[in-house]
């Protein structure tokens, strides 16, 4: 799924474009810019769980920073877990990498997706990074303050 060179699969207010996504080998990351991140979308019947990032005041999905040395299979499980204490009952299935275009210095940069079904719900505590988590029923229109881009990924994991 590529959009043409100047238009963007999905935007954000910010100036933050989804430029393309390719699926195929976790084990073939696209090597023209970094990896940094991972992101997870974790699902419980037809509802994708979401994050509220207090510092973007936005819904979103899960994930994060891959740190050195680790593999963003296991960042994804290690930020959906520090930011929602929630587990996949299964191991996560790889999506597919997200390539961006990030505001304000045009920078691209890759992300990692992974989906799975939740384990079993827990409960949730706000931390210094998420003030709340909320499962989305995907039949609904998406919650007031959503990424559109963290809901084109979402679209993708189904």
């Known amino acids: 799924m590529d959009a043409s060179a100047d238009e963007p699969l999905a935007a954000d207010s910010r100036g933050n474009s989804l430029m393309s996504f390719v699926s195929g080998s976790e084990g073939e990351p696209p090597q023209d810019a970094p990896l940094s991140a991972a ?39 290690r930020e959906l877990a520090e930011e929602t204490g929630q587990q996949a009952a299964e191991e996560l299935r790889f999506i597919g990498y997200a390539r961006f275009v990030l505001a304000p210095d045009r920078r691209t940069e890759y992300v990692a997706l992974y989906a799975g079904p939740c384990a079993e719900t827990r409960p949730f505590e706000p931390n210094e990074e998420i003030a709340a988590v909320r499962w989305w029923d995907l ?20």
Request: positive net charge.
């Open 139 to 158: 039949r609904e229109p998406p919650p007031v303050c959503t990424q559109p881009l963290d809901a084109y990924l979402v679209a993708l994991t189904r």
């Open 39 to 77: 992101l997870v979308a974790l699902w419980q019947a037809d509802r994708v769980l979401m994050v509220f990032d207090r510092h973007r005041r936005s819904w979103e999905l899960p994930g994060g920073k891959i740190e050195y040395g680790e593999s963003p299979r296991r960042a994804a499980v």
